[in-house]
C-alpha cells in the first residue's frame, strides 16, 4: 500500500469499494457537488488550496483515480472504457445523479469524453491544461510537443518504472517540472506526490495511463474522431500563459460543435497551473460555477 495521507484541516478522508477497484476519496463541504480530478503524476493532493475556498459553498469530492496516490493500482484497467466506468461508479456510489465537474491534465480529456456520452451527470465542465475534443492539427503544436520526449523513456520496459519509482525517481521529477516555479515544485509539496510513486505498481499506472490512454485518445483526437460529437455541457478551458504547450492560439476548431465553451488564459500559470495559481483558479471556479 502506499505511504501516510497528508492531513489537511476540515477534509475527511474515505475508502469506496467500487466494480474492481478500491477508490480513496477527499471530502470537504456542504451543498451542491463538485468533483476535482488530478492529472498525472500527482494525487488528489493537487487541489490542496482550491479544495477549502470551494467548500466554502459546495460538497466537494476529490477521489485519487486508478493508479493514483492512495486508490489502488491493479494491473488492468487503464483503458479509456474502464476510465470512464470508474468516474461513473463513483458518482453512483455516492448517489450523485449531477455534479460540476473540474479535471486537468490527463484526465480533463476523461471529463470531456464524461460530457460527451454522459450529458445529464455533468452541470458545468471545468477543463484545465488540455485541449478541447474538436482542435486541430497545427504546426505551432508539433513544434512544442518536443518537451514530451519523456513519453518514450516511459513506455520502456523497465526502464519508466524505474525513473517513475526508483532512486532519485529523476522521470517522474521531469515531468513536474512544468510550473512558473523557478526552481521546481518545493521539495515538501514535491514529495506528496513522490512518495505514493514509490510503490512499483503505482509507478506502473503512470505508464500505463499514457500508453493505453492518453496517447490513443490524443491520437483521436487529432485525427477528428470527436468531430461527428455535440458538447452540450457548459464548458470552461483554462490554459496557463506560460505553460509550454496548450495555449489558446492553437485552440481552435471548436465553433459548431459545442453550445457554451469559454476559453481563459491564467497569468503566472504554466501546465501545473493548480500548483502556480490556486487562488487564481478557485476564483475563475467559483464565477463559472455562479452562472451555471
Known amino acids: ?43 488528489w493532493w493537487e487541489w490542496r488550496d482550491v479544495l477549502p475556498v470551494l467548500a466554502q459553498q459546495y460538497r466537494v469530492i476529490v477521489p485519487d483515480l486508478r493508479g493514483a496516490g492512495w486508490t489502488e493500482a491493479p494491473r488492468t484497467g487503464y483503458d ?8 461513473l ?24 469524453e464524461l460530457c460527451l456520452s454522459h450529458p445529464d451527470r455533468v452541470q458545468a465542465y471545468a477543463s484545465l491544461s488540455i485541449p478541447h475534443p474538436y482542435f486541430r492539427l497545427d504546426h505551432r503544436m508539433l513544434g ?9 523513456p516511459l513506455a520502456l520496459p523497465g526502464v519508466g518504472v524505474r525513473g517513475v519509482s526508483r532512486g532519485r525517481q529523476w522521470l517522474a521529477r521531469h515531468m513536474l517540472r512544468y510550473t512558473v516555479q523557478p526552481d521546481g515544485m518545493p521539495p515538501d509539496e514535491l514529495e506528496f506526490y513522490l512518495k505514493p ?4 505498481a503505482h509507478a506502473r499506472a503512470v505508464a500505463l495511463i499514457y500508453s493505453r490512454y492518453i496517447r490513443r485518445t490524443g491520437l483521436r483526437m487529432l485525427a477528428g474522431g470527436y468531430r ?5 455541457t457548459p464548458t470552461l478551458l483554462l490554459t496557463g500563459a506560460q505553460d ?3 495555449r489558446p492560439d492553437i485552440l481552435g476548431g471548436h465553433e459548431g460543435h459545442a453550445d457554451d465553451l469559454e476559453i481563459r488564459e491564467i497569468a503566472g500559470a504554466s501546465h501545473f497551473m493548480v500548483d502556480d495559481q490556486p487562488e487564481a483558479i478557485a476564483k475563475h471556479l467559483l464565477e463559472f460555477f455562479a452562472r451555471h
Open 1 to 43: 500500500m502506499t505511504s501516510e495521507l497528508p492531513s489537511l484541516p476540515g477534509v475527511e478522508h474515505r475508502y469506496l469499494d467500487l466494480p474492481g477497484l478500491r477508490m480513496h476519496i477527499a471530502e470537504a463541504g456542504q451543498g451542491s457537488p463538485v468533483v476535482l480530478l488530478h492529472g498525472v503524476p500527482q494525487n
Open 80 to 87: 479509456g472504457a474502464t476510465l470512464l466506468d470508474d468516474l
Open 89 to 112: 461508479a463513483l458518482l453512483d456510489a455516492l448517489g450523485l445523479d449531477r455534479v460540476r465537474l473540474v479535471a486537468h491534465d490527463w484526465s480533463a480529456i476523461l471529463g470531456f
Open 144 to 152: 512544442r510537443m518536443r518537451i514530451a520526449w519523456y513519453q518514450l
Open 197 to 200: 510513486l514509490r510503490d512499483p
Open 228 to 232: 461527428d460529437t455535440h458538447l452540450t
Open 244 to 246: 509550454p504547450v496548450v
